[in-house]
């Protein structure tokens, strides 16, 4: 049984953790970080490192996807942003830019982000901006929202899309709307011929029916960013990751006896702040992690320094902060493979994902998932 | 059972838990905010958004009494307030604005109110004050103690007030006095023509001989303000609201089945700080909110971007500062409904539960009230 | 069952809670705070508030004891302090005040007082102090160490002390020691005609024991003052006031059943910030309360706005700070009974005991010791 | 059983504490400071405190490994830091310190740490440095890596050294690697005349496996420092320390078992800032202490003022700063044991363990590890 917690008279609440909340334990042999793997495949697509982008314009340019794909991770571009709406995007960074240097007013930068938002889609640009990455080789992925997929999913896929990456901030398999007519996922999965990564989620059952829709991997979490999101005073509502990622593990254990072997990726995306948080995720259940914030660093990210999430542009509830992010001195490869002289465990990401599991005797992501954990008493 | 802990041998304490120990967790499917609905109802009043303002001169004058009702809320004047006090509250307000200036010595403002308070109630004011909200056509509803509920009660119904509140900082069907004679609530209600609400409570035991009296509504807390209300430095005692919360709603469902159908109101009052505060407040099973310091940021509010409860002003024992709160750029209409580039939560209050609804699958209050919930390990 | 926790295998430790963690919470009527009563009484010795001073020359001076006294409390001087082994003791205050303006160096005010320590005790003084304090008329009570304790008694006694407190960081009646002779309590006490207070302990076992050496009272805690005393920095021990009151009101319970009616009081000191904690301390099981650092804010208070206990003067393992305590800006009749225009619970001490005790519905001390407690979750 | 929560579904995390989490409570009789004895022997070897360096050369010099030894306690050098690599210390130190001048940048310090290590191993500097300890006449230790070991113990038993400490990070009995031959401890040890001290580990299984090795003492932790190391954020990994020495010291327990008498000691590395802490550490079952952060105050400390571990020089994954540390205002033999005029715990080390272990009533290192513990609520 869950651990129940009776906050009142007949109301209960469920005992829910952070990553931070946790600590991976070494208790076995030991093992050199060379003989570890990293690798990770959804699908037929093969990856050295379990990165997907968080799909916010603060990351993810045409070009940032392509330098993230051919290091070895998977970029996705966000089909609904900046570049499918605005010719000139460097122009529409600048006023985002200008607008943050008046520190005192956090809404200012996010009515920019609202105005830039209100601009209509242009599929031009969308198809030129895919088309820019799938000329580089690399996989190329972008991102619909729920609402939208139907309507932009067709010529992104004749544009040149390879996996489509379905996300809301909480999406359910049953969206009720009294009128109009929602996205059926599980028909919707079913004609495409590409691979669908679908969610975010928070729970069990949630995720268990995203499972069912047919998705090739679903997204546990909203992009949790402390200091940055702030869905939980906006709405009340939060996902606790290191929980909702075991949940959705074991939804994935279900979902594959039930199905006799299919197997739904578990992506994790929310509260990895440093290369620590990246282990923890895996450690937790997840097959991969969609990186934000830690990626804001990186000198190519077209943030300039700044980092927000999608939910930042919401034109009525908006819940994330346009946050100055640390300075961007190092390149992308040296943020994700290292050699790194900082301790903060904020570069080399992945070199250090390979030394946890080296230093707890794993030797790949699959294993690294029993690791045992700790929580502070 | 209770969550109990024995703290010492044979002495034992209930676990409790604050809004802030809580978090909402998606669990089913999502629906359109559109297609939600955040009507309140009680007695004969109809309300399109569950908000009761506190009684506190910071935020209520006759003027926002009646803005309250008018964008669909219920306005409570404190009829034992500067209002009843003076006749230019303005001036009142002045002094008490500039004795703020003394940052450093937090009892100069307090010193302050005590003498404002200090002058008599004079019923012509009130009269006044309470005819100003009953012409704009609003719903008329004036807050007194259980000290003086006797003595200004005739005079105020006959201004005009249609709801009654009974309000102190805790109170109890069961005030013990060896002299003189203490408000006998339950006669006094049932010699009255007009739906009262009273509290505040903490606890099941004392909601539940609340609503015994006959009373339409009972509040729960005091009104707790972090960095405001001292209630616990100055007496050690404190209400923590989910728990209360929820406790109280426990009170109505089985006054509910005592009395074969009379549905009490549960109203939340403390603890709420942002938009997700109200949505929370609502999921531990309030029906409607009272709200203190998010509404000081309205331009309207008479306190001039101050912030204090009725308890600052007690002549031996004063249990609120008198806080500076946010700049007051908004008006009311756009702090209760939005929309909003301000990312923090403190506007579109109501914008935001309604979203919180949304996203959680709820379409009205009552069933909100049992969406699912999470606490921090 | 305690509430043991194993921290690791074969290793528990039990959980404890101090005053901050639990919260009175409101639980049935309410009453009139003139229908309040916080009379105490030990021995023959009657009190209007439960209030004996912490014995530090930061705030006991023979003056301060006959001002306590006067106005219903027990004063305590330290019979082994500044009074005891100085002539003028304004002087030996200055040199400390002059030590505390160098605020980088913790260590120099400390070395100041060790210095003023290592000066001879004269009995010649203590007796003229207390000789001062007896002819007010005051209940005449003063401090020794369990070390000192029969070579100062037969002095004292013969000076007018009526009640003896001997007392240590930690005491217990069990010292053990290869050579010389430490004290026998029982003997000790037995042979003397003036009730004897007795500490500080920490649980159940030690404040039985030195119930059973006949004291009237028996100390918990240490004087535990955040931000002040370091003890579990130094020595890595703590007494967490919450549990330790409740442990020693257990022993009292025992000890009663045990003697068929001996009423040993339990005095709770440490952890006291406010006068919600005063509450709180009650609440737990206390009978009284030993006040220091609150009354150092006394314009009567010695320390000149400083704070200490008694170890910060060790000669080779100090454990308290000498702290800068607030503005003296009240004399100690309001500190203790208001009127109160500070909101922060620093004022009005035992005028809010009563008030928190109406608010609950209690009219004695030893009623209130009843109360409801919550646990912050 | 151990105490086990359900992190998320099927996924379970131990409760795991930390020293700060606990507390010692004095539950019995009391005893003089002067009858407590602090002495611990290991092997052959006997000391006057439960004292071994860290092996960083933030704190061990040649030099300070021999006033570390003369003052009853164990120097250990690293034979592969910066005295194994520059014949000129002091330059390197130099560079060192001005790196840290650019506050800003915590690689900068980190960057000439990584080159300084990138030096050659020089056997002839080593053999100076220890030949330097020898001539003191006080026990000569050495810290080797596992990876070096088999390379360097020759020469290093050549030159003089009495005891062997084989550290890394994370170690363990069972190293796993496809090329290259890891170091096998039990074939090494057995080879080996002098003891050996190997670590560290985080578990009991870890720990039992090392002590079957033939290991004297099995080091606990990884020198965790708080605002220092930075292991959790950057490989996700943690040693809670309270619950690892308690898991070490029944592994102790277990294997005496096993062997029918062999003791192997359990030295704890991480988590001591203050006397209060070394208390704690015995309590929890360590048989002696490794101190680094807290001698970086002594005025002989070669880090002047900074401090780090060695894990700071990893060249592609550091996982230490280079901290500033307090002022160096005092010579190692009053850091250990006074007396102080400093109440923080931070001067007086060993005076004050024995004073925590007079006030519960312990004579000796053995018993105190029975003392009675608590945990904050």
Redesign the interface.
Known sequence: M??L??????????????LD????????????S??VSTTWQIDAYRFDIPLITHPTDAIVSPGTAVAVGELGGLGVLNAEGLWARHGDVDEALFRLVQATEDNDD???A??VL?ELHAAPLRMDLIAEAIKQIRESGVTVAARVSPQRAAELTPDLLAAGVEILVVQG????A???????E?LNLKSFIADLDVPVIAGG??????AMHLMRTGAAGVIVGYGYTPGVT???????????M??????A??AR?DYLDETGGRYVHVIADGGVT???????SI???ADAVMLGEPLAAATEAPGQGLYWTA??AH???????VAEAVDQELDLRKLLF????????VT?LF??LK??MA???YSDLKEFQKV??????
Request: with cysteine; aromatic share 2%.
């Open positions: 869950r651990d917690v009776e906050i009142g008279m007949g109301r209960t609440a469920r005992r829910a953790y952070e909340d946790i600590e991976i334990i070494p208790s076995r042999r030991t093992r050199s060379k003989d956090p809404g200012a996010v009515k609202q901030t909480i999406i359910s049953e969206h009720v709307s009294r009128d109009g929602p989620v928070g729970d069990y059952r949630t702030t869905t939980d005073s906006v709405l009340g509502i939060g996902v606790p290191a929980t909702a990622i075991a949940d593990a074991a254990r440093t290369s620590g948080d990246v282990a923890k450690a937790c259940g939910a930042s034109p009525s509830v908006p819940r994330s902060l290292g050699p790194s002289s900082d301790p903060r465990g080399n070199g250090a030394r946890a230093k707890t005797g045992g954990l700790t929580i502070r008493g």
